[in-house]
């Protein structure tokens, strides 16, 4: 199967793009999720994206910068 992302800037011309998509023999329209702010961070927390401060002034320190 192969698969084509397209990435719409202007969302008016989306219905119509997907009408006519849909009238093809063949071709499905895959919806997509937008994820939580919690889903985002749990997904940044597992692929390591986190900092880690030994205290609540080291923090405060890095961000004063």
Do not use: P, R
Request: charged share 25%.
């Amino acid at each position: 199967m192969t698969q084509i992302v397209l990435n719409i800037e202007n969302k008016s011309v989306a219905a119509s793009l997907k009408k006519v998509l849909a009238t093809m023999d063949g071709v499905t329209i895959a919806s997509t999720k937008s994820l939580s702010a919690y889903e985002k961070s749990k997904l940044e927390a597992k692929s390591g994206k986190v900092n880690h401060y030994s205290s609540v002034d080291e923090l405060f320190a890095k961000v004063g910068q």
